[in-house]
Structure formats: C-alpha cells, structure tokens
C-alpha cells in the first residue's frame, strides 16, 4: 500500500524549531519530487517547498524561505522539514505529499499530516 | 506569481444535482498545469484531476475538468452524499504550487 505518515509536529514557542518527517512506502521513493503542504486551522491550502527526486534541487515558498530547510534521505525513504525561527502564522497542520507518477504538475498521495502550533 | 480565484465561496446544492466549480488564473496557465482537489473534514486532499482534463486513478466519471488559459471548471455531474467537501484548484510553473482558496460544496 502506498502511504506516507508525518510526525514531529507539536507545540513550541514563537522563534522555536522543530524537524518534520515524513516516511513512505509502497512506491519508489527515489523517483518522485516530494513537497510538504501545509493548512492553517480553517483556512485553505499553502504550498511551503519541494525537493526533487534526488535530493538536489530544492524550491521553498517565499512565507518560509530562509527559515524552512527541506531534505531527503532515499536511503531511509524519509522526507524531512527543518523549520526555524517559527512564528505564530506559521501554525498549521503539514501534509507531505508525493509527486504525481505524471510529473510534477500535481500530487496524487498525501499523508494525513502533523501539526505544529506555535504560541507563546 | 500566479492567483487562483475560485468562485463561487460555498455551492449549496442537493444530492442528484449538477455542481460547476469554477477557477479562474490571473494569467494563463501553460501547458494545462491545473489540478483539482476534494478535501473532507478531518481528511487530506485527494487528487481528482490533473492537466486541467485527465482523471486520476480511481476517481468516479461524475467529476470531469475543462477549461484553459484563465479559465478552467470542475463540474460533478451528478451529486453523491459523499461529495459534499471543499475542493480546491492548484497550478504549476516550474519552480512554485499555487492553490486556490476553495470553494466548499455543502447540502442544500
């Protein structure tokens, strides 16, 4: 079964730092760009970055860039987030998602996602 | 940078019926880089649609796309219970995504 399955997410303080994961299974992780999605609390859908198949190029949404660091490991079928210096709007719930087995025009898998609140 | 607007904010219509979403680009879009997107609460986004026309695996014929340029439409044929979501449209350009703000389908 194709799946992917975040975890990390959590409570932390604004200017905290936090690493997302994100593990997959079911496909050959090494042939897709992998990209994390993020959705504040009743809002809609946020495109955060994109790291393609082998690791070695890497796009970020200007909210997060600078701050957000996206890597993977294919080793490992493992996509993770570094997020620094975190601010209260970027509380939200961070959903990985797979490249689509088309291109890169889309996303056909979604993990469930993990939540990161920041609050003081 | 691109901006999906979708339209209307909330469809309200009754199972059995005809749903047309609409997205609309504030620039054309190339090469038909638009997809589609159903989210139920508590669920991640499911991937109906992709280059602006083409199902993807496993979606029911109910839902169809069309549409280029700046314009392009989601129209659900005919309303199943388990249709009433929010969906959301989402464009490529090479380097960024770019969703829209959805437009949430709910029982009239």
């Known amino acids: 079964e194709v799946q992917l399955v975040e975890s990390g997410g959590g409570l932390l303080r604004p200017g905290g730092s936090l690493r997302l994961s994100c593990a997959a299974s079911?496909?050959?992780?090494?042939?897709?760009?992998m990209t994390w999605v993020r959705q504040a609390p009743g809002k809609g859908l946020e495109w955060v970055s994109t790291?393609?198949?082998?690791?070695?190029?890497?796009y970020y949404a200007d909210s997060v860039k600078g701050r957000f660091t996206i890597s993977r490991d294919n080793s490992k079928n493992t996509l993770s987030l570094q997020v620094n210096s975190l601010r209260a709007e970027d509380t939200a719930l961070y959903f990985c998602?797979?490249?689509?087995?088309?291109?890169?025009?889309?996303?056909?898998?979604w993990g469930q996602g993990t939540m990161v609140t920041v609050s003081s | 940078e691109i901006v999906l607007t979708q339209s209307p904010g909330t469809l309200s219509l009754s199972p059995g019926e005809r749903a047309t979403l609409s997205c609309r680009a504030s620039?054309?879009?190339?090469?038909?880089?638009l997809a589609w997107y159903q989210q139920k609460p508590g669920q991640a986004p499911r991937l109906l649609i992709y280059?602006?026309?083409r199902r993807a695996t496993g979606i029911p014929d109910r839902f169809s796309g069309s549409g280029s340029g700046t314009d392009f439409t989601l129209t659900i044929s005919r309303l199943e219970p388990e249709d009433f979501a929010v969906y959301y449209c989402?464009?490529?350009?090479?380097?960024?995504?770019?969703f829209g703000q959805g437009t949430k389908v709910e029982i009239k």
């Open positions: 620039q054309s879009v190339g090469s038909g880089y």
């Open positions: 998602a797979k490249e689509g087995w088309f291109g890169p025009d889309a996303f056909d898998i």
């Open positions: 079911g496909f050959t992780f090494s042939s897709y760009a």
């Open positions: 790291v393609s198949s082998i690791g070695g190029v890497t």
């Open positions: 280059g602006a026309s």
């Open positions: 989402q464009h490529y350009d090479s380097s960024s995504w770019t």
